[in-house]
């Protein structure tokens, strides 16, 4: 609807950047194909390595999407921009989506 009305938008979701950065390393352990996907142990608020993984993909999909903002207001043609930050906090059972517009 925000892009048919000529507002430019996109969406950032969070599990995609995981997965990504969850098969790169699956590919530079076992050096072959991965899948990029995970078991519940790596939602598990105790485990620390997994913990510091989904906080470094959620600042990378949020520095993306900083710039995507910033690339955008030059081109939004008075409508504004809208970004959408999709992630699920694994650590409160919930999904969190923020949206904002310049």
């Known amino acids: 609807y925000l892009q048919w009305r000529g507002a430019r938008s ?3 979701n969070v599990g995609k950047y995981r997965r990504e950065v969850v098969a790169n390393v699956e590919r530079k352990d076992s050096g072959s ?3 990029g996907l995970c078991s519940a142990n790596f939602f598990d608020s105790q485990n620390a390595d997994a913990k ?3 906080e470094e993909v959620a600042k990378l999909a949020m520095k993306d999407m900083e710039k ?3 690339n955008s207001q030059e081109q ?3 409508w504004g921009s ?3 930050l999709d992630a699920t906090v694994s650590g409160f059972g919930f999904i969190f989506v923020a949206v904002l517009i310049i």
Request: hydrophobic fraction near 50%; aromatic fraction near 12%; avoid cysteine.
């Open 68 to 70: 995507w903002l910033e």
């Open 52 to 54: 510091r993984i989904r």
């Open 82 to 84: 809208v970004a959408i």
């Open 76 to 78: 939004n043609h008075g």
């Open 33 to 35: 194909s991965a899948s």
């Open 10 to 12: 996109k969406v950032f």
